[in-house]
């Protein structure tokens, strides 16, 4: 018996490590096109772009995103041409996705620095978490980084119904600027 005891914490220490590495969570390292930025995510993206106004002006958005054990993981990048346009663009986009998701009141995501050598240290480097509703009504985590290094402005979020602390930790802490 009191081998079994010794041995059950290393069991479990494996089974754990075997989740961390199930294929739901299939971390893998993207880089973002005409970016110095990398990270993980849990899945293959998909690629988009499109045209959107930002700070008053059009730019070129790119996003990079999957859906994997239920989350959205996703990460967009536009460059504006000015680093001076980068805080107000920033905060306009952080605002805007809290309105999105329909979580109360502007400002009702608790923020939070994020470190993350290489971006830009005005604007800070930020985390959000907030509660919100989707279209359908019903509830959504969300969790959102927003920084800039240059005249390049980015958000990575993370949407699902319940955010697994792993998967965020595993995300966030990925950025890199080579």
């Not at 107000?88 to 400002?107: I, R, S």
């Not at 019903?138 to 980015?154: D, E, H, I, L």
């Amino acid at each position: 018996m009191s081998r079994l005891l010794t041995l059950l914490p290393a069991g479990l220490a494996t089974l754990l490590a075997l989740a961390a590495c199930s294929p739901a969570l299939n971390w893998r390292e993207v880089r973002p096109d005409n970016t110095r930025l990398s990270l993980l995510l849990p899945c293959k993206p998909d690629k988009a772009e499109k045209i959107v106004p930002l700070g008053g002006q059009p730019a070129t958005l790119r996003m990079w995103g999957c859906d994997a054990a239920g989350v959205t993981f996703a990460v967009a990048v536009a460059d504006l041409g000015d680093p001076a346009r980068a805080a107000p663009v920033l905060a306009q986009w952080q605002n805007l996705t809290l309105a999105h998701m329909k979580a109360g009141p502007v400002g009702a995501g608790t923020s939070q620095p994020l470190k993350l050598p290489g971006a830009a240290d005005l604007p800070a480097p930020v985390r959000v978490v907030a509660q919100g509703r989707r279209a359908d009504g019903s509830p959504v985590q969300g969790q959102a980084a927003y920084f800039a290094q240059g005249a390049q402005v980015f958000q990575a979020v993370i949407y699902a119904t319940e955010i697994t602390p792993e998967a965020a930790e595993t995300f966030f802490s990925s950025f890199k600027f080579q």
